[in-house]
């Protein structure tokens, strides 16, 4: 089972910087992509980053120049580097993990607040 565990998330000024932090305490099942989305207060989740295990990655064109994602050394986890952050950047922050066979899983979420 996958069990996917973030951190890194608080407040922030706007253009300062944070990293979020995910990984899986599980029993480190193959996973095929990591990625990050978001929800902002009142609105739909939507896709930040993702990465593939060939280190392949795409972006949302909001967050291009601005945020890197990026696999950790240890199995299963991934970063993501956030800088220049706006007050549009303020969300709930999710990881999120899908297996070479298709199961998807996701974090409890960290809170990212960007505000002055």
């Known amino acids: 089972q996958v069990h996917l565990v973030e951190s890194g998330g608080g407040l922030v000024q706007p253009g300062g910087s944070l990293r979020l932090s995910c990984a899986d305490s599980g029993t480190a099942f193959s996973i095929n992509a990591m990625g990050w989305y978001r929800q902002p207060p009142g609105k739909e989740r939507e896709l930040v980053a993702t990465?593939?295990?060939?280190?392949?990655?795409k972006y949302a064109d909001s967050v291009k120049g601005r945020f890197t994602i990026s696999s950790g050394n240890a199995k299963n986890t991934v970063y993501l580097q956030m800088s220049s952050l706006k007050p549009e950047d303020t969300a709930v922050y999710y990881c999120n993990a899908i297996t070479w066979i298709g199961a998807e899983y996701w974090g409890q979420g960290t809170q990212v607040t960007v505000s002055s």
């Open positions: 990465i593939t295990s060939g280190g392949s990655t």
